[in-house]
C-alpha cells in the first residue's frame, strides 16, 4: 500500500498562482503514471496533468499553457505549478499513481483550490 499526500491547496484570486505537493509514501515512480485530477463543484472529476517516469507530460485542455506537472523521484514527490488561475479552475485536487501494469491505483485525500473573482 501507497500513501499519496497532497498539499499547497488554498484560496488565490485570479490571475495568481500555487503551487501543489504531493509525497508518496515510498518510490513507485518508475512503475507508476502519477498525476493530478479534479473535480468542481457539481462536475465530473478531469484529468489535470500527468507525468511518466521518462518524464512524458500530459495534460487537460483547459490547462494547457497555464499548469506545468513535475517530478522529484529523490523526494517521492509530484508538483503542479498552477499560474494564470481562473475561477473556473476552483475545485478538489487530488493525485493519483496508476501503475504502469496495471496491478495499483492509488489515491491521495485531495486539497481544495479555491480562486476567488
Known amino acids: 500500500q501507497v500513501q499519496l499526500v497532497e498539499s499547497g491547496g488554498g484560496l488565490v484570486q485570479a490571475g495568481g498562482s500555487l503551487r501543489l505537493s504531493c509525497v508518496a509514501s515510498?518510490?513507485?515512480?518508475?512503475?507508476?503514471?502519477l498525476g493530478w485530477y479534479r473535480q468542481g463543484p457539481g462536475k465530473q472529476r478531469e484529468l489535470v496533468a500527468t507525468?511518466?517516469?521518462?518524464?512524458?507530460?500530459k495534460y487537460g485542455d483547459s490547462v494547457k499553457g497555464r499548469f506545468t506537472i513535475s517530478s522529484d523521484n529523490v523526494k517521492n514527490t509530484v508538483y503542479l505549478q498552477m499560474n494564470s488561475l481562473k475561477p473556473e479552475d476552483t475545485a478538489v485536487y487530488s493525485c493519483n499513481a496508476a501503475a504502469i501494469l496495471g496491478h495499483f491505483n492509488y489515491w491521495g485525500q485531495g486539497t481544495q483550490v479555491t480562486v476567488s473573482s
Open positions: 515510498r518510490n513507485i515512480f518508475s512503475i507508476a503514471v
Open positions: 507525468i511518466t517516469s521518462g518524464g512524458s507530460t
